[in-house]
């Protein structure tokens, strides 16, 4: 299983946050640190994924402080420290937050005022405290398995799910707490990225945050993602796409509907892909007659067009469309269809409505068959 390294973003763990009367006041002491060295203060930009700082404090006699600008909404937010690797994460919110940090270990923070940060803080020990819990416990599955203790094995598995009904019980219980707290966006999205929620269940509850945290970048992100799993949906209308072919021709979804169509998503270098494709081809020869049609998309890296026409001309899959914008991961016609692996196959009906999705072998044959007869 992944790491549940925690923390959706992936930066280093720690907090805070402050404000006055007209805006928010940062300060702190950090263990360790030379006077005049700087921390630098950064948010998220969400257009690069990336930090921007947006201002800086000095360190003087082991302390830091700075008085910031009234937030009209809370941001998640990043201490940085010259001269240091890693960040501090916190919520920027109109409070006064004081931070304790080891220079050693910018892991070990201890973070006070604000309710905001309360509810992160409560959340990001819930997660290192799992982490830790399941770190250990792959350790031991490993010994299991090399030692060949089927029995030890199943109970480490039983023990596992425990932790993952315990930590959705847990996400649930701490969102309901937080409907107007910047956590409860930050819960939902880790909820729909760790799988541990459906779309629908996401959505409904997202339905309950305040409208003032709506507002927010991450809040509109988990939306626009949200109203992209519900379009790749079965019974929903497939998204539509335009994409280029390998002659650099622009190929339409909407152009190329047959009674029944595939779109399917791969990439030159996707093992389980090629194994798939052999049926792929089989199961078109057999019904391409009688109305079937397969786009392929694939998910090749940029530069990379060789290796994917090499592998259409070696697949035997020349026979349909292909497109790609050789995006990797960030394929647009992917995104829209909220792919995270392939293979993913999604089946249409002669009026672009997704009737099935992520078929293999003799269950995607047999489901084409008894769509076209």
Excluded at 32 to 61: N, P, Q
């Amino acid at each position: 299983m992944k790491k549940l390294a925690i923390l959706f973003f992936g930066f280093a763990l720690i907090l805070s946050s402050c404000q006055e009367d007209k805006g928010y006041y940062l300060s702190g002491t950090i263990d360790g640190f030379e006077d005049g060295k700087k921390v630098y203060i950064s948010e998220r930009d969400e257009s690069t994924r990336s930090l921007k700082t947006i201002d800086t404090a000095v360190v003087k006699d082991g302390k830091f402080e700075i008085d910031l600008e009234e937030q009209e909404l809370p941001t998640l937010s990043f201490l940085g420290f010259e001269g240091l690797n890693g960040n501090v994460v916190f919520i920027s919110e109109n409070q006064k937050i004081n931070f304790d940090i080891n220079k050693d270990s910018l892991r070990n923070f201890l973070v006070t005022g604000g309710k905001e940060n309360k509810a992160l803080n409560e959340y990001l020990s819930h997660l290192k405290e799992l982490n830790r819990k399941m770190v250990g416990m792959q350790t031991d599955m490993r010994n299991a398995a090399s030692a060949r203790d089927t029995a030890q094995l199943n109970s480490l598995r039983n023990t596992q799910q425990e932790l993952r009904d315990n930590d959705k019980n847990f996400k649930e219980e701490l969102f309901s707490r937080n409907k107007d707290s910047y956590v409860s966006v930050m819960l939902l999205t880790d909820m729909l990225n760790m799988r541990s929620h459906t779309s629908a269940e996401v959505r409904e509850m997202y339905g309950e945050i305040s409208e003032r945290l709506k507002k927010t970048p991450l809040a509109k992100s988990l939306k626009e993602t949200l109203d992209n799993s519900l379009a790749a949906e079965i019974g929903s209308k497939a998204p539509s796409f335009t994409a280029p072919t390998p002659d650099g021709e622009q190929l339409s979804l909407e152009d190329n509907l047959g009674k029944v169509t595939v779109v399917d998503f791969w990439a030159a270098w996707c093992k389980p892909c090629r194994i798939e494709n052999p049926n792929l081809v089989k199961t078109y020869n057999k019904y391409k007659d009688q109305g079937l049609n397969i786009i392929s998309v694939s998910l090749d890296r940029p530069g990379q067009k060789d290796r994917w026409v090499k592998a259409i001309e070696d697949d035997n899959l020349e026979q349909w469309s292909h497109v790609s914008n050789l995006k990797f991961w960030d394929e647009p016609v992917a995104r829209k269809y909220r792919v995270r692996s392939i293979p993913a196959t999604f089946i249409l009906d002669e009026d672009g409505v997704i009737v099935a999705k992520n078929l293999r072998g003799e269950e995607l044959t047999n489901k084409i068959g008894e769509l076209l007869k």
